[in-house]
């Protein structure tokens, strides 16, 4: 239903998974807890939960808690890398296909990935 990815400013976040990485807005409403505010892959049911958390940043070397597939990884890659997404470095092949992580701007990874062809 929901991952949650902790940030420290949720309107530099909506912009970075919205007009960066491409995502939809889904919900966006106030609480007593704080804004709820959710993005995700147009057509896919799965939302992302960026919840306001002060102490946000990812650790290096920290798995990511979220992956999002590419049926072109490279070309999706410069892309978002022209609309201004830090990545941790270039795509990378693997056994498996193509992998790389975006960086939002709280530290937090965004594992990309293309599966190979089978």
Do not use: C
């Not at 491409?22 to 939960?49: A, C, M, N, W, Y």
């Not at 306001?52 to 990812?58: L, S, W």
């Not at 920290?62 to 990884?73: G, I, N």
């Amino acid at each position: 239903m929901y991952v949650t990815i902790n940030v420290t400013d949720q309107d530099r976040a909506l912009e970075f998974y919205t007009e960066g990485l491409g995502l939809e807005k889904r919900i966006d409403h106030p609480g007593p807890e704080g804004r709820f505010l959710t993005v995700g892959v147009p057509g896919s049911p799965v939302q992302l939960l960026l919840w306001p958390y002060p102490a946000a940043a990812g650790n290096p070397g920290t798995p990511s808690p979220v992956f999002l597939e590419s049926d072109d990884l490279r070309k999706d890659f410069e892309a978002m890398r022209g609309r201004g997404v830090a990545f941790e470095s270039e795509p990378a092949d693997y056994p498996f296909g193509v992998r790389v992580e975006a960086i939002d701007p709280d530290g937090n990874r965004i594992a990309l990935r293309e599966q190979r062809a089978r």
